[in-house]
């Protein structure tokens, strides 16, 4: 997602000149689950400090960003930024580099289906590349 090209590949992303970032297409009820706490758990699964990478895997198309559907989400994301901001500099991380933009002309392309699935498909493969072990502070979900 956030590229320029229609249509791309694995392949074509790694390169970088695409423009995407790899993405994970987030469903939920709002019922069930509150959008902070969606976004508290974002900022903690990875490390938003680092740019054009995560652990080993370096390149734009590994770059934090959240692409945001409404107003009150863009909202909630520049919201939680700051608090996690907040919980991470005691820790001695920098500024967060995440990209807080609108999904809006942005088309989410859905990967090749060697990728649906990983961790089933390659139960030795790897969720997170890296994290920051700070978690998002709980009290801040009632946002």
């Known amino acids: 997602m956030g590229g320029n090209r229609p249509n791309p ?29 969606l976004l508290g758990e974002f900022w903690s699964m990875h490390d938003p400090t680092s740019l054009n ?39 001695g991380y920098g500024q967060i580099v995440t990209e807080i933009v609108p999904a809006e002309g942005n088309t989410y392309w859905l990967a090749e289906e060697y990728h649906q699935k990983y961790l089933a498909k390659n139960p030795n493969g790897y969720d997170c590349h890296s994290s920051t072990g700070v978690p998002f502070p709980k009290e801040s979900h009632a946002l």
Do not use: M, W
């Open 9 to 37: 590949h694995y392949e074509l992303v790694c390169t970088g000149v695409t423009g995407h970032a790899e993405t994970v297409f987030v469903e939920y009820d709002p019922g069930a689950i509150d959008y902070p706490v």
């Open 53 to 91: 990478a995560q652990g080993n895997d370096i390149g734009s198309q590994y770059r934090s960003a959240i692409f945001f559907t409404s107003p009150e989400q863009e909202k909630l994301a520049l919201a939680t930024r700051e608090i996690y901001q907040k919980a991470i500099i005691p820790a």
